[in-house]
């Protein structure tokens, strides 16, 4: 099984870089044949996806592709110390979401086929 780890650096809502990530992910993620192993790692300002009650124009678009991602078992981690400079580490995050080390991303990182960013 080929194992894919995705690294989203890009704030939500600020450019379609994150809406690509999660487009992306959730594709794969659904996958019947061949599914690879699916990881995401959110880092800088992607790290706000990660709070829950967030809704655009069209539902609940971006937390619901994260919902998605985890009701199909990828693991979702956000960089502690992003989470940590902005003030979100302590905050109740989406069912699901985690935060996660430098150290956690690295081992991700060695153990990935691939590695796509955003």
């Given at each position: 099984?080929?194992?894919?780890?995705?690294?989203?650096?890009?704030?939500?809502?600020?450019?379609?870089?994150?809406?690509s990530?999660l487009?992306?992910?959730?594709?794969?993620?659904?996958?019947?044949?061949?599914?690879?192993?699916?990881?995401?790692?959110?880092?800088s300002?992607?790290v706000?996806?990660?709070?829950?009650n967030q809704?655009?124009?069209?539902?609940?678009?971006?937390?619901?592709m994260?919902?998605?991602l985890?009701?199909?078992?990828?693991?979702?981690?956000l960089?502690?110390t992003?989470?940590?400079?902005?003030g979100l580490?302590d905050?109740a995050?989406?069912p699901?979401?985690?935060?996660?080390?430098?150290?956690?991303?690295?081992e991700?990182?060695?153990?990935?086929?691939?590695?796509?960013?955003?």
């Amino acid at each position: 099984m080929q194992k894919i780890l995705f690294i989203v650096h890009a704030a939500p809502y600020g450019s379609e870089r994150c809406l690509s990530a999660l487009r992306l992910a959730t594709t794969l993620a659904g996958q019947d044949m061949e599914r690879p192993e699916i990881r995401l790692f959110l880092m800088s300002d992607a790290v706000v996806v990660g709070l829950p009650n967030q809704v655009d124009g069209n539902g609940n678009g971006l937390q619901g592709m994260l919902e998605l991602l985890v009701k199909e078992g990828v693991p979702i981690k956000l960089c502690r110390t992003c989470a940590m400079a902005r003030g979100l580490a302590d905050l109740a995050l989406l069912p699901g979401v985690t935060i996660g080390t430098l150290p956690e991303l690295a081992e991700w990182t060695l153990a990935a086929d691939k590695v796509i960013t955003f």
